[in-house]
């Protein structure tokens, strides 16, 4: 089979694509980060380790492109995050490739690839098909982990070149759980009135063992939290998924669409959530959280 390059900057990352690199040929990882390499070489046939001091956006592109043309890969992976679509970008142009970011599935055809991405802001999808030379940038939960260790794969570490360009990242503090990890998520909404409120989504969260986060409106607007759900912020895919006073507009639920059961908390017996949702409760969140974690409580009492 052909070779795959998978450019991955964390662990999760790096077992997401390689589900997605799998079906499409032969598994070749890429990474700056020494600790991913290390874990992740089992799992691929080879791991391409390039050995550099801080984000370096060019370096790290020349040194990809070197290994692009080694491998005489045709197909590169990518997260779709800041970084990701940033490499992507720098490699794709200089090799010719065609580049398509907010992917959510891939798959090899005879004329090249076909893939479903996000468009209209997470609104809608739309299937697009890619020559036999293309970079593709995938968001996150698109794909499960692979979990299998596999064989022992070949690990090379190669410098990279200094470019010209140095890019610093302070990456965003997540409180408590990690959203895109978690089994069970609580999410609120513009039905939440004061920021101090959030402590009861945090507090329904904990007992439920799970992580808590917000839509857009509340961290990017009010700014009571740092990072949200959305397709433009987190894209989570837990077993379970509350929705506490969101409407469920689509940019929101494109983010949750991986969740295996949404229950909806909302007021307003008409909003659009109910239409994703698996169970719905029609009442006010201000009546209905606190009883939920009464019983819960109590249930731990037990």
Not at 183 to 210: P, Q, T
Not at 223 to 232: E, H, P, R, Y
Request: glycine share 10%; with cysteine; hydrophobic share 40%.
């Amino acid at each position: 089979m052909a070779p795959v390059i998978v450019y991955s900057e964390e662990e999760s990352w790096g077992k997401q694509l390689l589900t997605a690199a799998k079906g499409l040929g032969d598994p070749v990882l890429f990474t700056f980060n020494r600790n991913v390499a290390e874990k992740l070489s089992g799992m691929y046939t080879r791991t391409y380790y390039v050995k550099t001091d801080s984000f370096d956006p060019v370096a790290i592109s020349g040194a990809l492109r070197d290994v692009v043309n080694k491998e005489s890969a045709t197909i590169l992976l990518f997260p779709c995050t800041n970084k990701g679509r940033m490499i992507a970008g720098l490699t794709s142009g200089a090799l010719g490739f065609e580049a398509i970011t907010d992917a959510v599935s891939v798959v090899k055809t005879g004329e090249g690839l076909e893939v479903e991405k996000l468009t209209f802001g997470g609104n809608a999808m739309a299937k697009v098909k890619a020559g036999d030379k293309a970079s593709v940038c995938i968001v996150s939960g698109s794909y499960k982990e692979t979990e299998e260790a596999g064989s022992t794969g070949e690990l090379v570490e190669i410098e990279a070149k200094a470019g010209s360009v140095e890019v610093e990242y302070s990456p965003r503090k997540m409180e408590g759980v990690d959203p895109t990890k978690a089994d069970v998520v609580v999410g609120a909404g513009r039905g939440v009135k004061k920021k101090e409120d959030l402590e009861m989504i945090k507090e329904l969260a904990s007992l439920l063992g799970g992580a808590w986060s917000v839509t857009r409106p509340l961290a990017a607007d009010y700014g009571w939290a740092d990072s949200w759900i959305g397709i433009s912020g987190l894209v989570i895919s837990p077993k379970l998924y509350i929705a506490i006073g969101i409407s469920g507009q689509p940019h929101h639920t494109m983010g949750v669409r991986g969740a295996k059961i949404i229950v909806a908390i909302n007021n307003d017996e008409s909003a659009p959530i109910f239409e994703e949702a698996d169970y719905g409760v029609i009442g006010d969140l201000y009546k209905v959280v606190p009883v939920l974690i009464k019983k819960l409580k109590e249930r731990k009492q037990q």
